[in-house]
């Protein structure tokens, strides 16, 4: 079973920031936040990962709780490339077990 | 850059048929991996390869074979095809497991 939880779906206006929200509270001190998307039914991409600190990358940015029990995945300036369905992953051993992510629609 | 390339990109077998899907990795990956999507759900792990030589089971391994045939390449192969097989499977690699997986683009298998 995947170790997050996701709202199912979000909606963003075009040009706004989009904030993804992440649940993660069983995760463990030595253990990644992955981000990923899939655009239709393509392979999934890579956004972003951290650990504890706040990380920020030409994609995104993620901010991780104190406490590591949340996250969000932040698109600063969303466009209507980003409709997608954004992955949050806790790695589980050799494994990324993937729930079924938010399903996010950028509006113009 | 090719990344992960897999073939085919599309099947289409009749019940009982063997299939092997390829799938070749040009980025000196330790690890390889194979993923099927249903429609509207998440990838599912089928089954890995932590590093050349070695494979294990994932979370749906039944019904399907691995073979990691040299560090570039790890294929899957579907020895009688059903049509719960019916499905979008996707191939992975990274170079450790805490480095982010790269993905193909995936091999649509439809069993009729």
């Known amino acids: 079973d995947a170790k997050t939880t996701q709202p199912p779906s979000m909606d963003c206006a075009e040009g706004r920031a989009a904030n993804l929200p992440c649940n993660h509270s069983?995760?463990?001190?030595?253990?990644?936040v992955y981000w990923y998307r899939q655009i239709h039914s393509q392979g999934p991409q890579y956004i972003i990962h951290?650990?504890?600190n706040n990380e920020t990358n030409e994609m995104a940015s993620l901010i991780i709780t104190e406490d590591r029990k949340s996250s969000t995945l932040i698109l600063p300036h969303a466009t209507l490339r980003d409709t997608a369905v954004y992955y949050c992953?806790?790695?589980?051993?050799?494994?990324?077990?993937f729930g079924q992510g938010t399903r996010l629609t950028i509006n113009p | 850059n090719a990344g992960v390339t897999q073939t085919p990109k599309f099947q289409v077998l009749k019940t009982g048929q063997s299939m092997t899907l390829q799938c070749a990795q040009d980025?000196?990956?330790?690890?390889m991996y194979w993923y099927r999507q249903d429609p509207g759900m998440g990838l599912r792990l089928i089954y890995y390869?932590?590093?050349?030589?070695?494979?294990d089971k994932g979370e749906v391994p039944n019904g399907y074979n691995v073979s990691r045939l040299n560090k570039r390449e790890f294929s899957l192969r579907l020895e009688s095809a059903a049509p719960s097989q019916t499905s979008v499977y996707f191939c992975?690699?990274?170079?450790?497991?805490?480095?982010?997986?790269?993905f193909g683009d995936g091999t649509r298998l439809s069993i009729l």
């Open positions: 992975a690699s990274t170079r450790t497991i805490i480095e982010p997986q790269h």
């Open positions: 069983t995760i463990s001190g030595n253990e990644y």
């Open positions: 951290g650990l504890k």
């Open positions: 992953i806790v790695r589980d051993d050799q494994k990324l077990v």
């Open positions: 980025m000196n990956h330790n690890s």
């Open positions: 390869s932590a590093s050349e030589g070695t494979t």
